[in-house]
T-cell receptor
Framework: RKEVEQDPGPFNVPEGATVAFNCTYS??????FFWYRQDCRKEPKLLMS???SGNEDGRFTAQLNRASQYISLLIRDSKLSDSATYLC??????????FGKGTTLSVSS | EAGVTQFPSHSVIEKGQTVTLRCDPI?????LYWYRRVMGKEIKFLLH????????ESGMPNNRFLAERTGGTYSTLKVQPAELEDSGVYFC??????????????FGAGTRLSVL
């Protein structure tokens, strides 16, 4: 079982749609959770951190369920500029970041 | 503030040759990390420096890979001799020591290595 697993995608949605990505992690001792965004041939950039029960930033909402070892990212009112690969990332103290393979989102007009 | 910079952006070499990748972290960031993404796979950790010391090199694939960070500033990752399976994108990331728990890492754009 992979340490961090994500929906394989790709997700193809029209502008204005709401889309949700899911992620599960295998190590219950994981402490910090992140969503990174990566545009084609660019660096991964931190989109959101998720520390406890989740948080919201504009159109983006991240949820964490420690009991189920599950993280989600919800994007409301999708924009063309949201098209990218979304990486679910987990951190456990004393180790490095552990990445999922990423989920590709394509928003069309 | 300048971000993490990596050089070169792309390198094409033949099997058996040597390649050296360079990473300049964000100024003041003591933590420096190397990661690699092989085609079709997830980004994977290679090693972690705290200043000039190797904190964790458990992700280094084998002894053909040598990372250095002299003076605790920029870092180099040398692959010698390169093999076909070394092809991929090599990312560098850095983080401020004060944010170690939250571990917000800032990534460079990566070096795309192609071994032919």
């Amino acid at each position: 079982r992979k340490e961090v697993e994500q929906d394989p995608g790709p997700f193809n949605v029209p502008e204005g749609a709401t889309v949700a990505f899911n992620c599960t992690y295998s190590n219950s001792a994981s402490q910090s959770f992140f969503w990174y965004r990566q545009d084609c041939r660019k660096e991964p950039k931190l989109l959101m951190s998720v520390y406890s029960s989740g948080n919201e930033d504009g159109r983006f909402t991240a949820q964490l369920n420690r009991a189920s070892q599950y993280i989600s990212l919800l994007i409301r009112d999708s924009k063309l500029s949201d098209s990218a690969t979304y990486l679910c990332v987990v951190y456990q103290a004393g180790t490095a970041l552990i990445f999922g393979k990423g989920t590709t989102l394509s928003v069309s007009s | 503030e300048a971000g993490v910079t990596q050089f070169p952006s792309h390198s094409v070499i033949e099997k058996g040759q040597t390649v050296t990748l360079r990473c300049d972290p964000i100024s003041g960031h003591d933590n420096l990390y190397w990661y690699r993404r092989v085609m079709g796979k997830e980004i994977k950790f290679l090693l972690h420096f705290v200043k000039e010391s190797k904190q964790d090199e458990s992700g280094m694939p084998n002894n053909r890979f040598l990372a250095e960070r002299t003076g605790g500033t920029y870092s180099t990752l040398k692959v010698q001799p390169a093999e076909l399976e070394d092809s991929g994108v090599y990312f560098c990331a850095s983080s401020h020591p004060g944010r170690a728990y939250k571990n917000i890492q800032y990534f460079g754009a990566g070096t795309r290595l192609s071994v032919l």
